[in-house]
């Protein structure tokens, strides 16, 4: 089992006179978030300084701010209490606890805008309009079109999920301990959760016409996924995922126009059957590769602030 750790007098010090470097900074800030005793400590040290007062102050008129409030909150959660405990006796069924509602909205709101925005209408939008190309308009090669579109939808979401361009809150969540990259890779994955599932059965509903398999996208798409978390490091995300979509959509679609004979649509099945069949290998490689290159670039997320 693995031992605890408590903040030490010269760690907390140095934090109250704002000497410590930001990665120590940040990770005592994670450590205080359960630990009573060194939020205390802390707390104490940075009264002692020079800005105890301005706290002080602060935090009185902060108080005397909420007091209304706070007494009306104590006034409905007695009641409330009252009720449960009529209803326990009375054979009532109890109230649900207030609060749940508002930690499901909190939870919702650090997936980011990318799962409740314009991505994910335009994920609808993808997924129906294939369907109904396919069902209503009997196209035979929907397939073949949606498996074109399709790595780049992870990719999109990646772009309008994380960074000052997406998130008015960004300046915020990314200066807290679970900023930086670790809320990235949140939001990454509830971008993956949702439109992996999506479509790949909507691929799968469409009849073949010739085109690859419809799970034949997923490897490809999460190797450009973590390529554009990767090349965001460096030049970040708008720049990374407009290289890596763009990129992926140019080296399909330009070979396909180029080429001669037969139907657009033919051309274009056989460019993804020679990216997707048989180089599966490939792209799981380059996948590991991004993550990699990822875990050494991820100190880069701490100042993306602005890119």
């Not at 033919?266 to 997707?276: E, K, M």
Request: glycine share 10%; with cysteine; net charge positive.
């Amino acid at each position: 089992m693995r031992k605890s750790w408590h903040a030490s007098e010269d760690l907390t010090l140095r934090y109250a006179d704002g000497s410590l470097p930001d990665p120590d900074a940040w990770s005592l800030e994670k450590h205080l978030e359960t630990c009573a005793g060194c939020a205390a400590r802390v707390s104490a040290a940075v009264r002692r300084t020079a800005a105890g007062p301005v706290l002080d102050e602060t935090r009185g008129a902060v108080l005397t701010a909420v007091s209304p409030a706070r007494e009306a909150r104590g006034t409905a959660a007695h009641q409330v209490r009252e009720s449960a405990a009529g209803g326990r006796g009375t054979g009532r069924p109890a109230r649900a606890h207030p609060r749940r509602a508002p930690r499901a909205k909190a939870a919702l709101w650090s997936l980011g805008p990318a799962v409740r925005g314009s991505w994910l209408l335009a994920l609808l939008c993808v997924v129906v309009g294939a369907l109904l190309l396919a069902r209503a308009a009997d196209y035979a090669a929907t397939r073949t079109l949606l498996l074109t579109v399709a790595p780049v939808i992870p990719v999109a979401g990646v772009a309008l999920s994380y960074g000052p361009h997406a998130d008015p809150l960004h300046e915020i969540t990314a200066a807290t301990p679970s900023g930086g990259l670790r809320l990235a890779l949140v939001r990454t994955a509830a971008v993956l959760a949702v439109s992996l599932p999506a479509l790949a059965l909507t691929g799968a509903a469409l009849p073949a016409s010739g085109a690859p398999g419809a799970a034949a996208w997923l490897l490809p798409g999460l190797a450009l996924t973590l390529g554009s978390l990767a090349l965001a490091s460096y030049v970040g995300c708008r720049t990374a995922t407009a290289v890596t979509g763009g990129g992926w959509l140019a080296a399909v679609l330009v070979p396909a126009v180029a080429a001669h004979g037969g139907p657009f649509t033919a051309r274009l099945a056989g460019q993804l059957s020679a990216r997707f069949d048989g180089s599966q290998a490939v792209w799981a490689a380059a996948a590991v590769a991004c993550a990699a290159l990822l875990a050494v670039r991820r100190d880069a997320y701490d100042h993306m602030e602005n890119r």
